[in-house]
């Protein structure tokens, strides 16, 4: 900006510093302004340019006002530059007015696309062209670009000029290659491999089969929620000392890939020693609130089980009418003997109410999803272990990069508090892709897409398709989480499946239907399912030589059946469980229409320990124990092939599919039977090999025996309802496409009929 305003000569300058200009208070013969003369308008009127000037006509020359006068001005953004100059009694004002956008433009870019990229600009079509506000703007598509994993993005931005002071501005953008992250390390970890923690953490190293996923791509916010994945992970496991000292990214010179060195101190490993509560309230004592304790003595300390607990107790308070409470936990360490006592300090908390609930940061999703998980509505008491737990809730959607939920007092209401609830939303679409071979199966291929916040309204689609030697299938699933604004899941399913069963019965088998479904989540750990299932099913192309029994089941049957199953899980991971049990009971009920009429009851429990914590060796000992029984009876009709159970393959290793159970005489064709019952022990151990391979090996025994199917006359079948054993070996590997299992299995207890199978390959985890 230019100002000339100089060589002017005042009698008095003492007056024009108070910034006076008032010519009846100015000395005799000081200048005085006649006319203000505005120079370089076009689009602007010189007289809203006037109306930003300190002084008028008729006021004096006052420095110090034309000088504020000059910085407004410029304040407004709206000029490229000014000044004000004295012509005789004239002051005259030149400005050069910033140019108009006639349109903004990205070139270059590829990765991301226009749509994303104009909502993180300030500068729009005919706003004002200013210097700052487009290095602002590159500054802020140079953020975009981080954020998805590009450092080496080059911005710059490039003016055409048009007619009538209009201009174009173009974004020219060089996306470079994407920084991926190259290696993740880890320093000051002794108990817990650099394998371990990086499944633990949500950013991973680069590699060529993550082509769908950016979790390879460096991301300061996940790096600083890795922190605290950590932080839980450890304190979970009883190490309260742990401490995350940094957590260092450093990029390569050439600006493509990221060197993530997380430095932590895990401290000791601590045990819980006594468990007491206090309470000041009255009537309410210590033994009625202890069912409420998630943790005892002797076990290892876990902040997750302290959280529960303190939540269990402020309920159970709740419940019993104080509305009133907070519940404090008081840490006593003894570090000597690695012990901490706990102490649940039950107090009666301050007369707070909930007045509102904000949801701030959600594009996608619709505010009722968030709001839906919060534990608390507006006119509650406020509590501040429900807003810990509504926080967690938020965190499992998964739809979220961050969540953030606070409360704030209410000016002049110091009864009433707004609770806060921030989110970042990140993608919650998924494709999948797999290809592979199965005992079973023979080779397969595999295509799924899911999204899981449907339209943002938290609903989860998804469709599957996969095609193998022995199995071709098709699924698309559907499911409404809190079904009528209630906590009720709510779904559909519908497929078709075409199975080869030519080596075991002698018959292909079409199913072809669709199922409704509706469960309810009745805590954390227990959950129960309903489902209505209704079903074609077609046995065809039955072989000439195949058994009369599996001939008279060829053609058509309507399945139309009712189950449900109840769940209690409390295992650590659903693939590859290393700690935690899941017990289920279901029972299924056919015959409400259609041609199949039976009843069927399933139990089945699993059991699952890591030796390495008690024994202080290495975390990949795991102990499972894996059982299951069921059994099922006709409704008036004999029981179809189509249900009954079979002995072998995946739930009898050693063993072909149906190699267990009972054939026919004549044919050898498995008929299976009414009833099952299987069990298996299985310790994970280490293989010494690099961790970066995420190659486990295991030893196990299998064990299991199975009844003979209605109408077929004992004479005529290979039967023996005796029990059946094998054991085996076998390795597990974390591949790219999910975890492999590949078993070499001999039976030790077996019949001479049975069918045996020594190496078995799949897909996924048993347990």
Not at 48 to 62: K, M, S
Not at 263 to 272: N, Q
Not at 582 to 609: K, V
Request: without cysteine.
């Amino acid at each position: 900006m230019t100002a000339v305003f100089a060589a002017i000569t005042y009698p008095a300058p003492a007056v024009w510093a108070q910034g006076v200009s008032s010519p009846a208070a100015a000395p005799v013969g000081a200048p005085v302004i006649e006319r203000i003369l505005v120079e370089g308008a076009q689009r602007i009127e010189p007289d809203t340019i006037r109306t930003y000037l300190h002084v008028q006509e008729g006021d004096l020359f006052a420095p110090g006002l034309i000088d504020r006068s000059l910085k407004d001005l410029f304040a407004t953004g709206l000029f490229a530059d000014v000044a004000l100059r004295r012509e005789g009694g004239d002051l005259v004002v030149v400005v050069v007015e910033n140019p108009i956008i006639n349109r903004v433009a990205f070139e270059g870019n590829k990765r991301i696309q226009n749509e994303d990229l104009i909502p993180e600009v300030q500068l729009r079509p005919r706003a004002v062209y200013t210097r700052a506000k487009v290095q602002e703007d590159v500054r802020r598509v140079l953020e975009v670009y981080r954020r998805s994993g590009r450092y080496a993005v080059a911005v710059d931005p490039k003016i055409i000029e048009l007619p009538q002071n209009r201009v174009d501005l173009v974004f020219e953008i060089d996306e470079g290659p994407a920084t991926y992250v190259r290696r993740i390390t880890f320093v000051g970890n002794r108990v817990f491999s650099d394998s371990d923690l990086r499944g633990v953490i949500s950013t991973e190293e680069e590699r060529w089969y993550r082509l769908l996923s950016s979790s390879d791509t460096f991301d300061p916010d996940r790096l600083t929620y890795d922190r605290e994945l950590l932080r839980r992970y450890y304190l979970e496991s009883g190490y309260a000392d742990f401490e995350v000292r940094s957590a260092i990214a450093e990029l390569t010179p050439n600006r493509e890939s990221f060197f993530i060195t997380f430095t932590v101190t895990e401290g000791d490993r601590y045990r819980v020693g006594t468990v007491e509560i206090e309470t000041s309230l009255e009537d309410l004592t210590p033994e009625m609130l202890r069912p409420g304790l998630e943790i005892e003595e002797g076990d290892w300390y876990n902040a997750e089980k302290i959280e529960d607990t303190v939540q269990n107790i402020t309920e159970r308070v709740g419940s019993l009418g104080y509305a009133f409470v907070d519940v404090r936990p008081r840490v006593q360490r003894d570090r000597e003997n690695n012990i901490i006592n706990l102490i649940f300090d039950v107090r009666e908390g301050p007369r707070v109410f909930v007045e509102r609930i904000d949801i701030q940061g959600n594009v996608r999703t619709l505010d009722e999803v968030i709001r839906r998980e919060v534990r608390l509505v507006e006119g509650d008491a406020f509590n501040s272990a429900k807003l810990r737990r509504s926080r967690q809730r938020i965190r499992d959607l998964g739809f979220f990069k961050s969540v953030e939920v606070n409360n704030e007092p209410v000016v002049d209401k110091p009864d009433r508090t707004v609770v806060t609830v921030e989110v970042e939303e990140q993608s919650t679409g998924e494709l999948s892709f797999g290809v592979g071979w199965s005992s079973s199966l023979g080779a397969m291929v595999e295509i799924g897409v899911r999204e899981r916040n449907l339209l943002g309204r938290g609903q989860d689609l998804s469709a599957r398709v996969s095609w193998a030697e022995r199995r071709t299938e098709l699924d698309l699933s559907f499911t409404e989480p809190y079904f009528l604004d209630r906590p009720i899941s709510a779904g559909v399913d519908l497929f078709a499946v075409e199975r080869d069963l030519e080596d075991e019965s002698s018959h292909q088998l079409r199913q072809v239907g669709g199922a409704l479904r509706f469960g309810y989540r009745y805590s954390d750990d227990w959950r129960h399912d309903f489902k209505y299932t209704l079903q074609r099913q077609e046995i065809f192309d039955v072989d000439s030589s195949a058994s009369l029994f599996v001939k008279q089941q060829e053609g058509i049957e309507v399945l139309s059946m009712v189950g449900h199953a109840l769940t209690y899980d409390t295992r650590d991971s659903r693939l590859i469980p290393t700690e935690g049990y899941r017990f289920q009971i279901a029972n299924d009920l056919a015959g409400l229409g259609g041609d199949a009429r039976f009843l069927r009851t399933d139990m089945e429990a699993s059991y699952h320990y890591p030796l390495g914590d008690e024994l202080d060796w290495d975390p990949a000992w795991v102990f499972s124990v894996r059982g299951h029984v069921g059994y099922i009876f006709g409704l008036g009709k004999d029981v179809s092939i189509r249900h009954r159970y079979f002995l072998g393959g995946n739930n009898l290793r050693g063993f072909a599919a149906s190699g267990a159970s009972a054939r026919d005489t004549a044919t050898g064709d498995a008929l299976g039977g009414n009833w099952i019952s299987d069990a298996s022990l299985e310790m994970r151990v280490p293989t010494g090999l690099p961790e970066e391979l995420g190659l486990g090996a295991k030893v196990f025994t299998d064990w299991g025996a199975a009844g003979t199917p209605d109408g077929v006359p004992e004479n005529l079948m290979d039967h023996d309802v005796s029990l059946r054993g094998s054991v085996g070996i076998g390795f597990l590997w974390s591949s790219p496409l999910g975890p492999v299992n590949i078993e070499l299995a001999t039976p030790v207890l077996k019949q001479t009929y049975d069918e045996d199978e020594l190496f078995r390959i799949s897909f996924g985890s048993r347990f």
